[in-house]
């Protein structure tokens, strides 16, 4: 037994001694900063798994998104200063500063604030550059830019002298104007221009552009309803007296019919429910009845037979139909990330053809002739002698703008319902020779491009303005927060044009 015992005595002996050997691990420095603010000891290491996972997803996220908003102010920025000089040019005294039309509705399948999100953050900053002024024409449904642009066309004319069958009412833009004329106040002369935005805002300006010109002054007839055919009066009953038939009253009745004084007057059976229906139908009469557009004075099979007025100008003001892509539904998500952080794209396209607008660089709309052929023109037939044609026609630039558009509309907007009349939206455009040869479309100049892509690269600045250095990401980071460089002086146009003002400091 103590030889037993021995061994295992001495084992825990050398464990012991090997234990006292070993010194303790001293604790990590704590902070003394973090010591007296009562804040434990961070120790560094690197995330887990899922940390990194989550910091590189949102990080990744988050840089892109912020290189987008940096890129698409730059490229503002160079078409903002392109078109800053006009906001300098002298003013006469009793002039009016150039006034555009800007053209918008809700895209298919959405409401108003998109299209109005989309002016102020594409279009408005190179407007306030140039010191320009602008007036917008809404639309909440189908139809009413359509109305308003022939309203305009048809206010136009009137002014010029043609006059209609019923005396137009004075509406409080033409007062404003008679007043202007009064004082001696008028327009600047020069070109004006109309801006679009969106395909179907763009078919609806079509559509009233024609219905304008080619239609009458005073609205269409409207169709009386048919009155009920008046019944023979062999059909009807012979009359029954009343007298000889009805019986003579009751001491009851007469009681009723003749109450006393002191007795209560008798209601009328079903008071309660009589009163509830006269209060829903005074409600119903009540609710305000939905505002539908004005119903066009031309359909469109009646362009080619209709004349044009003495009054129509060679040529009209020149338009810009900008894009104005929507999309919507869940399924599209990756289509909408992908756009929503390759802005910038969009906003260098928006800002070319606004700076056109600015500049008013203008050409005619194209136009292109097809035909095809089913005879071989080497053929000795007579038939090939004249080009065997068997259908010609022609397509118009018109017609082709902003096409790609529909096929990303809303579903429910592309549904055509049973006996449904004239849809703007779906059915194609239809141009009339006479209106589309006087049409002009905005388009930038070369020189003026060329000198965008040297303000861009920093070599060149505003006309008349000193060089303004681009600042960096992180300057523009630091100033945003307060932190940057305060420069004295007149604001640069691209300043007044990103704050969305049109005064200086």
Same mark, same amino acid.
């Given at each position: 037994?103590?030889?037993?015992?021995?061994?295992?005595?001495?084992?825990?002996?050398? &464990?012991?001694?090997?234990?006292?050997?070993?010194?303790?691990?001293?604790?990590?420095?704590?902070?003394?900063?973090?010591?007296?603010?009562?804040?434990?000891?961070?120790?560094?290491?690197?995330?887990?798994?899922?940390?990194?996972?989550?910091?590189?997803?949102?990080?990744?996220?988050?840089?892109?998104?912020?290189?987008?908003?940096?890129?698409?102010?730059?490229?503002?920025?160079?078409?903002?200063?392109?078109?800053?000089?006009?906001?300098?040019?002298?003013?006469?005294?009793?002039?009016?500063?150039?006034?555009?039309?800007?053209?918008?509705?809700?895209?298919?399948?959405?409401?108003?604030? &998109?299209?109005?999100?989309?002016?102020?953050?594409?279009?408005?900053?190179?407007?306030?550059?140039?010191?320009?002024?602008?007036?917008?024409?809404?639309?909440?449904?189908?139809?009413?830019?359509?109305?308003?642009?022939?309203?305009?066309?048809?206010?136009?004319?009137?002014?010029?002298?043609?006059?209609?069958?019923?005396?137009?009412?004075?509406?409080?833009?033409?007062?404003?104007?008679?007043?202007?004329?009064?004082?001696?106040?008028?327009?600047?002369?020069?070109?004006?221009?109309?801006?679009?935005?969106?395909?179907?805002?763009?078919?609806?300006?079509?559509?009233?552009?024609?219905?304008?010109?080619?239609?009458?002054? =005073?609205?269409?007839?409207?169709?009386?309803?048919?009155?009920?055919?008046?019944?023979?009066?062999?059909?009807?009953?012979?009359?029954?007296?009343?007298?000889?038939?009805?019986?003579?009253?009751?001491?009851?009745?007469?009681?009723?019919?003749?109450?006393?004084?002191?007795?209560?007057?008798?209601?009328?059976?079903?008071?309660?429910?009589?009163?509830?229906?006269?209060?829903?139908?005074?409600?119903?009469?009540?609710?305000?009845?939905?505002?539908?557009?004005?119903?066009?004075?031309?359909?469109?099979?009646?362009?080619?037979? &209709?004349?044009?007025?003495?009054?129509?100008?060679?040529?009209?003001?020149?338009? &810009?139909?900008?894009?104005?892509?929507?999309?919507?539904?869940?399924?599209?998500?990756?289509?909408?990330?992908? #756009?929503?952080?390759?802005?910038?794209?969009?906003?260098?396209?928006?800002?070319?053809?606004?700076?056109?607008?600015?500049?008013?660089?203008?050409?005619?709309?194209?136009?292109?002739?097809?035909?095809?052929?089913?005879?071989?023109? =080497?053929?000795?037939?007579?038939?090939?002698?004249?080009?065997?044609?068997?259908?010609?026609?022609?397509?118009?630039?018109?017609?082709?703008?902003?096409?790609?558009?529909?096929?990303?509309?809303?579903?429910?907007?592309?549904?055509?319902?049973?006996?449904?009349?004239?849809?703007?939206?779906?059915?194609?455009?239809?141009?009339?020779?006479?209106?589309?040869?006087?049409?002009? #479309?905005?388009?930038?100049?070369?020189?003026?491009?060329?000198?965008?892509?040297?303000?861009?690269?920093?070599?060149?600045?505003?006309?008349?303005?000193?060089?303004?250095?681009?600042?960096?990401?992180?300057?523009?980071?630091?100033?945003?927060?307060?932190?940057?460089?305060?420069?004295?002086? #007149?604001?640069?146009?691209?300043?007044?044009?990103?704050?969305?003002?049109?005064?200086?400091?």
């Amino acid at each position: 037994m103590a030889d037993n015992v021995a061994p295992s005595a001495g084992t825990s002996s050398s &464990s012991q001694q090997n234990a006292a050997s070993k010194a303790p691990i001293p604790p990590p420095k704590r902070n003394p900063a973090f010591r007296m603010m009562g804040l434990p000891n961070f120790r560094f290491k690197l995330p887990s798994r899922n940390w990194l996972i989550f910091l590189s997803i949102t990080g990744s996220f988050t840089t892109a998104l912020m290189y987008d908003r940096h890129q698409r102010k730059l490229a503002q920025r160079k078409w903002c200063t392109l078109v800053s000089h006009l906001a300098r040019e002298p003013l006469p005294v009793s002039s009016l500063q150039r006034k555009l039309t800007i053209y918008l509705s809700a895209p298919p399948g959405d409401g108003l604030k &998109s299209a109005r999100e989309y002016f102020q953050e594409y279009i408005k900053p190179v407007l306030v550059a140039a010191a320009l002024d602008w007036e917008v024409i809404e639309g909440r449904r189908e139809g009413d830019v359509r109305a308003g642009m022939a309203e305009r066309v048809r206010r136009l004319r009137r002014k010029q002298g043609e006059a209609g069958q019923a005396e137009a009412e004075e509406d409080a833009e033409e007062l404003v104007e008679q007043t202007r004329q009064r004082t001696g106040i008028r327009d600047l002369d020069g070109v004006k221009g109309d801006i679009v935005i969106g395909r179907n805002t763009w078919k609806e300006y079509i559509r009233g552009l024609h219905e304008g010109w080619l239609g009458p002054l =005073d609205p269409p007839p409207t169709p009386e309803p048919t009155a009920p055919s008046p019944t023979s009066d062999a059909a009807l009953p012979d009359p029954i007296s009343v007298t000889d038939t009805a019986p003579p009253p009751d001491d009851s009745q007469a009681a009723q019919a003749n109450p006393s004084p002191t007795s209560p007057p008798a209601e009328a059976p079903h008071t309660a429910e009589n009163k509830a229906t006269d209060q829903a139908k005074e409600k119903e009469k009540e609710k305000p009845k939905p505002i539908t557009p004005t119903p066009p004075y031309l359909p469109i099979s009646a362009y080619t037979t &209709s004349t044009l007025p003495p009054t129509i100008p060679p040529t009209f003001e020149p338009s &810009s139909p900008l894009p104005f892509p929507h999309i919507l539904g869940f399924f599209n998500s990756p289509i909408r990330i992908y #756009r929503f952080l390759h802005r910038r794209y969009l906003a260098d396209a928006i800002g070319r053809q606004t700076a056109a607008v600015v500049l008013a660089s203008h050409r005619p709309y194209q136009q292109t002739s097809s035909f095809s052929s089913s005879i071989d023109p =080497d053929s000795p037939s007579p038939a090939a002698a004249n080009g065997g044609v068997v259908q010609s026609g022609t397509s118009y630039e018109q017609q082709r703008v902003l096409e790609e558009e529909e096929p990303e509309w809303h579903k429910s907007a592309r549904k055509r319902k049973e006996g449904e009349g004239e849809r703007l939206w779906l059915d194609d455009v239809v141009v009339d020779p006479r209106i589309a040869e006087r049409m002009r #479309r905005f388009e930038l100049a070369p020189a003026d491009h060329e000198r965008a892509e040297r303000i861009a690269e920093g070599k060149e600045g505003a006309l008349g303005e000193t060089l303004v250095e681009n600042e960096s990401l992180l300057s523009g980071l630091l100033a945003r927060v307060g932190w940057g460089r305060k420069k004295e002086g #007149r604001k640069p146009g691209w300043v007044q044009g990103d704050e969305g003002t049109e005064e200086g400091p």
